[in-house]
């Protein structure tokens, strides 16, 4: 059961933030992103976990999360989900987005942050966009992860960025076979192999030498790591494919990371299915800036010299 404590507010307009508690920036981010909210009359409420180490009025809600499904219930009655970290808050704020349907804004107070719309300097912005509703919502999609062996269903799961079938120890290789829709296409020894969303193929796909996919393009990426193989290459299908890794009966247990959050282990034999997943996360956007721009200022890429087409 999810518990809120701190002032009601049945009719006003409430956002949820969740911040990296453990980075001073982020908690003085929070302060001044509840401040501001407040002053313009919304309710904040926050994790009951996280107020502890956030300098927080008594008018900000708390909400203790359910042990068995800590996304449940948390954003009932929030119009928005405003986080405040790097990479991995991101992505624990999917987590949330997704099982609520309340679309995240990510502040980016990491290295990259490609989930983030915006950045520590512009946190009166946020406020001021937030409290006006000056934002659009897009949808971005996820997979559907389901893990099978002997032929029974053993685990299910699903993430934003990626689903990576990984070796566990260091010296061994992980020996797999990958299959598109119903048929093989290669198998080989090495590190795994990374299944992974457009939206994802900024993150560990890119690492493993993945192509970068525009978020608008509809398409799954299969990603070899390290891979002792002549044909070894990234693979872009169909959105509606089915994408396939089994682990070899001969090899080493493997394990599975859903976007580096969640993992299960995967006993020789046993096959990962992936596909597009059936519920998106929806991300707040202040900007309409193209994705190449956000690109080039991400990864500050060498752009000096260009002049562009003539007019």
Request: aromatic content about 4%; hydrophobic content about 45%.
């Amino acid at each position: 059961m999810t518990v809120r404590t701190g002032t009601s507010r049945p009719e006003a307009r409430t956002v949820f933030l969740l911040a990296h508690t453990g980075r001073p920036a982020a908690v003085r981010s929070a302060e001044l992103v509840v401040q501001g909210l407040l002053a313009h009359g919304l309710g904040v409420r926050v994790l009951d976990e996280e107020a502890v180490d956030l300098p927080l009025p008594a008018s900000v809600e708390r909400v203790t999360v359910d042990e068995k499904d800590q996304t449940r219930g948390v954003l009932d009655g929030c119009e928005l989900l405003v986080v405040l970290g790097g990479d991995g808050t991101l992505l624990r704020g999917a987590e949330f987005s997704r099982a609520s349907g309340v679309p995240m804004l990510g502040v980016n107070l990491g290295t990259v942050g490609f989930l983030a719309e915006a950045e520590r300097d512009d946190l009166d912005q946020v406020v001021d966009r937030v409290v006006t509703r000056s934002y659009e919502v897009e949808e971005r999609m996820t997979l559907d992860v389901t893990v099978l062996s002997d032929g029974t269903v053993v685990h299910e799961d699903w993430a934003l960025n990626e689903a990576s079938v990984e070796k566990v120890a260091r010296e061994r290789m992980l020996e797999v076979v990958l299959e598109v829709d119903g048929r093989p296409v290669s198998g080989f020894g090495g590190d795994g192999v990374v299944c992974a969303t457009p939206t994802g193929s900024t993150a560990y796909a890119f690492s493993a030498g993945g192509p970068i996919v525009w978020p608008e393009v509809e398409a799954l990426l299969m990603v070899p790591i390290s891979a002792h193989a002549l044909f070894a290459k990234p693979l872009v299908t169909a959105p509606d494919s089915v994408l396939a890794v089994e682990v070899r009966p001969n090899t080493r247990s493997g394990v599975l990371w859903c976007d580096g959050r969640r993992t299960v282990d995967l006993p020789p034999g046993a096959r990962v299915e992936v596909r597009r997943g059936a519920v998106p996360v929806r991300l707040a956007r202040l900007h309409h800036a193209p994705f190449t721009d956000r690109l080039v200022a991400k990864f500050a890429l060498p752009v000096a010299g260009w002049r562009g087409a003539p007019r």
